[in-house]
């Protein structure tokens, strides 16, 4: 059984999936993990030495880095529902994930060129921007494929592929730096080849089956079955009680999600650890999201995926807390690393499943836009925001406000959740829902 926006009938809950069908991972969602790892090879190589890059190389200030990285977390945002719309109006959402992926590639050319604040801006951008559009139609094309009785576990085989390549790309950054002090380019370099692999194989081995016409065939084929064809896009089938709440929800959490970058800067102020060590902060919160992704995205499915996404945060706000503790050593910033993981683990693949489960058939990859636009848009507000902070009260007391600020989201929505829900009555919690 699981947690959701259920609508109450009759006195009831609406009815959870069964749990007892055996779980099968369709071959389509491993292909396109693969495709995710080497594309995250070649983003989280990038991503593990660009703070240090962008304050140490650059020089530029903690102002600066909270613009970059609010452009990171945030700048796909603007793409994200319009390449969610174009999938599900076209059903072509391989073509669509194909030019995001293209796009992110295309950026990591100029990337061995950009030196300047601009530039680096640019760079980032169109990288994201990649990445805005091919999420959506990707993750529809997981929810596709899937078993909708285990869909935030098949999720989380998925994103655990998606973590091997999210932790080698770190570690590969570390080995060129260990082996060519200040070997950025090097690095760029190297992302640059795994990011044409991972096109290669999005290209080669993923099927662009467009749903709606097979569908349609299979009526056709088969006039004795119920086979019905799914009703074309239209954008009022989002606007239902359950996509809104999620989306507020989200948003909340979202604006208190500081990016991963200003934590690592924190522990190793603190720690004092040699910059060539940097990439590894990544790496621990990387494996431990790559052993946790499939255990907890298969708890989501039986515990409840709006309970294992809110505890995800709370994860989060342990490792601010790791990082703001005035006590130092390894064992808080191991802590950290693990926390980290625990919330990618509870929260990415499982805010997908939760707005494919409740957006309609051919809504899919717009109803997990939706998701993914609220989450980036606001996570660039709560990074532009930190830098801000971080400039003005310094690191310490910067993360003092984060950590305040999240626990105060943690309890608003708790309070969404009990009290916003359908059916929610004293003595009947809505987070007891199935």
């Not at 995250?40 to 970059?68: C, H, K, N, Q, R």
């Not at 989306?247 to 970058?261: M, N, Y």
Request: proline letters at 4%.
């Amino acid at each position: 059984m699981y947690l959701s926006f259920s609508d109450r009938k009759g006195g009831k809950a609406a009815q959870a999936w069964p749990s007892s069908t055996p779980f099968k991972i369709s071959p389509v969602i491993i292909s396109l993990g693969i495709v995710s790892m080497f594309t995250d090879i070649s983003s989280e190589s990038v991503a593990a030495v660009l703070p240090l890059y962008i304050t140490g190389v650059l020089g530029l200030s903690m102002v600066a880095y909270g613009f970059l990285d609010g452009i990171h977390q945030g700048i796909s945002a603007i793409v994200r529902i319009g390449a969610g719309w174009t999938a599900d109006r076209g059903d072509r959402h391989k073509a669509i994930a194909v030019l995001g992926y293209g796009l992110s590639t295309f950026a990591r050319v100029w990337l061995l060129f950009a030196t300047g604040f601009g530039a680096i801006t640019a760079v980032i951008g169109l990288d994201r921007i990649g990445k805005g559009i091919r999420t959506a139609p990707r993750d529809a094309m997981i929810t596709e494929a899937a078993q909708p009785e285990h869909l935030a576990r098949s999720f989380g085989v998925h994103r655990m592929l998606d973590t091997v390549g999210a932790t080698i790309g770190p570690l590969l950054a570390f080995i060129v730096l260990l082996l060519i002090p200040n070997g950025y380019h090097t690095v760029f370099v190297v992302s640059l080849a795994c990011g044409v692999l991972g096109l290669a194989v999005l290209g080669l081995l993923v099927p662009g089956r467009r749903q709606r016409v097979l569908e349609k065939q299979a009526a056709i084929a088969d006039t004795a079955s119920q086979a019905v064809s799914r009703a074309p896009f239209a954008w009022r089938e989002l606007n239902n009680p359950q996509m809104r709440r999620l989306l507020l929800l989200a948003g909340i959490l979202g604006l208190v999600t500081i990016g991963d970058g200003f934590i690592y800067l924190v522990l190793q102020s603190k720690a004092s650890f040699a910059a060539t060590w940097f990439p590894l902060l990544y790496v621990g919160t990387n494996l431990a999201y790559l052993v946790l992704a499939v255990p907890l995205g298969r708890l989501a499915d039986r515990w409840g995926r709006l309970r294992v996404f809110i505890a995800g945060h709370g994860a989060l706000l342990a490792a601010y807390l790791c990082a703001v503790l005035p006590a130092t050593g390894a064992a808080f910033t191991i802590g950290a690393l693990l926390l980290l993981g625990v919330f990618y683990a509870a929260t990415d693949g499982v805010l997908a499943a939760l707005a494919g489960q409740f957006s309609p058939e051919a809504s899919k990859a717009s109803g997990i836009a939706a998701a993914q636009t609220v989450v980036a848009a606001s996570r660039f507000f709560a990074s532009v925001g930190f830098g801000t902070l971080w400039f003005m009260l310094g690191r310490e007391h910067a993360m003092v406000v984060a950590a305040v600020a999240l626990a105060a989201a943690l309890v608003a929505a708790v309070i969404l959740v009990r009290r916003l829900l359908p059916g929610a009555k004293s003595g009947d919690s809505a987070l007891d829902a199935v």
